[in-house]
């Protein structure tokens, strides 16, 4: 590895849990990706972080989908505000679905808010009920929610269970970003060079995330 290289010492994040890989991860990726490299020393302070509040990444996920980071925080801060906001399935399953779409969701967003909300409420799920599971037992289960895909459960897996290898390949911000910062042409290119960040692909992808908005993205 060249001479300072690398540089990094991650400032702590308010309120949230953080890895405990995070470190390691950013030195190991360092050392075998210089663009990456580039990458961490750009954003020192930032690092991922978990809320352990699993109701909440799902639906910032839901929300999230297919829009920018700023769109999605814009569209957040209306929810917040929106007729006594309480954060619970119970909120989301009184509130009016027209009402809902009025805040700028659209209805398919609207009907997956609900399905989820009904899936927390009926199982009675709190902040602790997935965290001893693997990652196979929470795609498992949180598949059988309509509107909970592949990607929604990759954010999950990320920002919920801090998992350190997760590479999301229908992610259109990281894919068109690499092909932007590695000049790749073709998905079988982005996929042959994501295997050089394992273990650590989840770090590798939180810096493209990095390098595309002002704020770090928070699920």
């Avoid at 994040?13 to 995070?22: A, E, H, R």
């Avoid at 750009?42 to 799902?58: A, G, H, K």
């Avoid at 997935?130 to 897996?157: D, P, Q, R, Y």
Wanted: aromatic letters at 14%; a negative charge; one cysteine or more.
């Amino acid at each position: 590895m060249q001479e300072n290289l690398f540089v990094h010492q991650p400032l702590p994040v308010k309120d949230g849990v953080l890895p405990d890989y995070w470190s390691e991860a950013c030195i190991k990726l360092a050392e075998t990706d210089t663009l990456m490299a580039d990458l961490i020393n750009q954003y020192p302070e930032s690092i991922l972080s978990s809320r352990r509040d699993p109701f909440y990444t799902l639906l910032r996920a839901i929300i999230g989908q297919q829009i920018s980071v700023k769109s999605a925080d814009s569209m957040w801060s209306r929810l917040e505000n929106f007729n006594n906001f309480n954060f619970s399935p119970e909120f989301f399953l009184k509130a009016d679905s027209e009402e809902l779409r009025s805040l700028g969701l659209s209805r398919q967003k609207v009907e997956y808010i609900k399905n989820i909300s009904s899936y927390f409420y009926d199982k009675q799920i709190n902040d602790d009920y997935f965290k001893n599971k693997s990652s196979s037992e929470i795609s498992a289960e949180l598949i059988k929610i309509k509107g909970v895909g592949t990607w929604t459960i990759e954010m999950f897996l990320i920002f919920y269970a801090l998992e350190p290898d997760i590479f999301p390949v229908k992610d259109i911000g990281v894919i068109n970003t690499m092909k932007k910062l590695y000049g790749f042409s073709s998905l079988d290119e982005i996929l042959k060079h994501s295997e050089r960040w394992r273990p650590w692909s989840t770090v590798a992808v939180w810096y493209i995330w990095r390098s595309l908005d002002d704020e770090p993205v928070l699920y």
